[in-house]
Every structure is written in C-alpha cells, then in structure tokens.
C-alpha cells in the first residue's frame, strides 16, 4: 500500500524536529521500506496504522524508535581510505607533538553508526603509533541511535562487514572470531567511550577534542543546522584541532572561521 | 589491470568474471593450481590472482607457495576468495605469501574495493 500524503508529511515533520535530518520529496521509498518493518515488529499492520497511534500517544517513546528507524547507518572500516592516511601521515604526528606535555589525546566520533570508523582510527594508532603506549587516548563515540551505539559498544561485526575496507591483516592482528562473527580486541574497545548525543540538540560537556571525525552525517542536516554545529564544534575543539568531514561535506559558506586545510588530493578543516 | 581467476567452481569462476568485467578488468580463468601455473609459466601475466582455497590436487595455499617461491611472478597480487572463513586460515594464507583475503559470499562491492585495497588504485 502505498504512503498517504499526510502520512510522509508526518515523518518528514517528526525526524526534522527531532534529528535534523531534510527527508526531500520523493524520499516516500524511504519511509515504506524503513518503517514497514518497524510497524510490524511493533504489532501494526501498516504504516498508516504505526503512525496513527503515534498521533494518538505522542509520548510513548515510539516517535524515536521512528527517527531512528529513519537514519541512514551506512559505514565501513577506512571509509574513503584518505582520512586515515592523513591521520597517520599528517594530523597524529602534529597532535602527539602539541600534547607532548599532558601526553592525552582526545578524539570524536560523532555520528559514529556501528563504530567502525572509531575501530579505524584505533587501529591507525596501534599499528603506526607504538610511542603512543603510557598515553591516554580516548574516542568518544556518539549516535543517536540506541541501536547502533549497542553495536558499536559490543564491536561485534559480520563477516560481510569486515570484508568491506578492511586489510586481511588488520583483521587477524585486531580481531577473533566467534563463529561467523569477528569481535574487536579489548584493546581497541578500551579506548573507545559510546554514548548517545544527538547533534541537533544541546551538548552535554565535551573534551577539548584534538581529532573529530564528523564524516556522512551533516549532509541529511538542513543548513541552519550545518552552521550550528560548525560553530558549536569550534567551541569544542582545541584551537588547532582537525576536523575531518565525509566527501559531499564542507565548511564552505556554512562557518568560515575553519582553516580549510588540503593535504594530498584531500582536504582537512583546523579550527581556530 | 588485468586478472588471473583460479577456481575449479565454473561457476564461481563466471560470477567473478562478471564483475570484473563490470569494472573494465579482463580475467583469464583456471579450473586448478596446475593450469594456473601452467598459464603463468606460458606468459599470461596478470597483475592480480584470485584464488580459492579447497581445489582439487594443489589447494590455493600451495599454489601460492609456488608462485611466491618463483621470481618471475614477484609483482603478482594475490587474493584468497574461499569460504574458508577462521582466523587461523587467514593467517595462514598470509604467511604463505597471500596479500589479500576475501571470504565468501561476497557482493561486487566489496570485490571492487578489496581489488582496491590489493592493487592499490581505484577501479
Ligand atoms: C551514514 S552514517 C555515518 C557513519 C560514519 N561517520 C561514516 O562516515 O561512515 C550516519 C549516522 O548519523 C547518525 N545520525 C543521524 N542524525 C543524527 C543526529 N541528529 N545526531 C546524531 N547522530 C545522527 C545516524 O544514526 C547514523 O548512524
């Protein structure tokens, strides 16, 4: 059956105020097919039925099990190879110099989906940062997904995703395997710290983060959400500190107080 | 680029040829360990092989064994594709001189970006 018009204009409304995220016209596909399973896992036979009720009792906490269902979790381990290169090569060399001192590095993964992007950068430092032993390094993850964060807590992956992006070799060296399963090593899930954060809202205190991974999230923002979190995330970030964004994202005309910074045939932001 | 596939499944051989094809990546096929030799001893030369473990005669393991122990195929990539799935088969195909490991089932998507992540570049 197809979507009613009142009916994805509801959605597009609920995850706007709630998440920020723009659903366009013609996003309709979305909503069938990501809510159609939510609908009968909650008992309803349709969607039209799921949201009716959701009308009804606005508070039952139904509404974020909707906006979650509605997010776009997408991930890989070394998404778009590049940022992690420059990690290693450029931005941790520059860190470990700056912080020489307090010998702590703090790192964000926001909008971090099933961890593997903070597993990434976890790896990056095992394998090509050995000084960093007697450092404290942590790397806060934050989604707003209650589902994701679950997963990204347990470092858990399938075999389908630790064929995505990952090196054989990073596999053996940083995982085990539980039947068809591949586990993080304590390690690595040491240094990361999950925890729920919805960008579009206020921020709890944050660290001064060096390193923030902010990559495939804001491009579902409308603008004047863009430019909030750029200018929040200055405030957050040690004068100095790099921002990596995903490949369609930019500060450009949304906060240009960021140093737009290129490095090989891609680009890195400083914060001022 | 150009591709060596070694599986004694046909049809195993024809899906990732087809892929390949996709990506603009001509394979040559062998149904074995010794026809694979075979081709690369007669001057076929590949940049990348995708081997498979259980074969009959030779397994994948022991074919890369002999490639690696032969100079002439030093710039040889060479990727496992089996459903060989432990840990301890993986490092063991690493030792034995493999680059890369893809474990089956897998989508184009990810044999494209494990080729990648083997050959370096982009396809
Ligand atoms: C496409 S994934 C990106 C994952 C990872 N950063 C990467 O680049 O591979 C987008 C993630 O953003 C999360 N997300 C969407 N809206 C959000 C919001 N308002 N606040 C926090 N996270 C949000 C989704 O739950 C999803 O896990």
Not at chain 1, 97 to 108: A, F, L
Not at chain 1, 122 to 128: A, F, P, R
Not at chain 1, 169 to 185: D, P, T
Not at chain 1, 247 to 264: I, K, S, Y
Request: aromatic residues 6%.
């Amino acid at each position: 059956m197809a979507l009613a018009v009142d009916d994805f204009a509801f959605v597009q409304a609920l995850v706007r105020r709630k998440a920020a995220i723009v659903l366009d016209p013609g996003k309709e596909y979305l909503v069938e097919s990501r809510l159609l399973p939510l609908a009968r896992s909650e008992g309803f036979a349709s969607i039209a039925g799921l949201l009716d009720d959701l009308r009804k009792n606005p508070h039952n906490g139904l509404n974020r099990r909707v906006v979650q269902a509605m997010t776009t979790n997408e991930t890989a381990f070394f998404r778009d190879g590049h940022p992690f290169e420059i990690l290693r090569t450029t931005v941790i060399p520059e860190v470990m110099e700056h912080k020489r001192s307090t010998r702590r590095i703090d790192i964000w993964s926001a909008a971090c989906s099933s961890g593997q992007e903070a597993v990434s950068i976890g790896m990056t430092l095992k394998e090509h940062f050995p000084q960093l032993v007697g450092w404290t390094v942590r790397i806060l993850c934050t989604d707003l997904s209650t589902d994701m964060l679950a997963r990204c807590r347990a470092g858990r992956y399938s075999q389908l995703e630790v064929n995505r992006g990952l090196p054989a070799s990073l596999l053996v060296k940083h995982f085990r395997n539980e039947g068809i399963e591949w586990v993080a090593s304590s390690d690595l899930r040491r240094m990361m710290e999950c925890k729920e954060l919805n960008l579009a809202e206020a921020w709890p205190v944050l660290p001064r983060f060096d390193v923030v991974f902010m990559r495939n999230v804001m491009i579902y923002f409308d603008v004047e959400t863009k430019r909030s979190i750029l200018r929040r995330l200055r405030s957050v970030m040690r004068p100095g500190g790099w921002l990596f964004l995903g490949g369609a994202e930019t500060t450009l005309n949304l906060d240009d107080a960021w140093q737009r910074t290129p490095v090989g045939r891609s680009v890195v932001y400083r914060s001022p | 680029m150009r591709a060596l596939i070694v599986d004694d499944s046909r049809a195993m051989r024809l899906v990732i040829r087809r892929i390949l094809g996709e990506l603009g990546v001509p394979a040559e096929e062998a149904a074995d360990g010794a026809q694979a030799l075979d081709l690369l001893g007669g001057g076929v030369t590949p940049d990348v092989a995708l081997v498979d473990w259980n074969m009959p005669g030779m397994t994948g393991v022991e074919l890369v064994q002999a490639v690696r122990a032969d100079p002439r195929f030093a710039g040889l990539r060479i990727m496992m594709v089996t459903s060989e799935t432990g840990a301890d088969r993986i490092q063991e195909a690493l030792a034995c001189g493999a680059d890369e490991y893809l474990m089956k089932p897998f989508t184009p998507d990810v044999l494209r970006e494990k080729l990648n992540l083997l050959t370096n570049s982009e396809v």
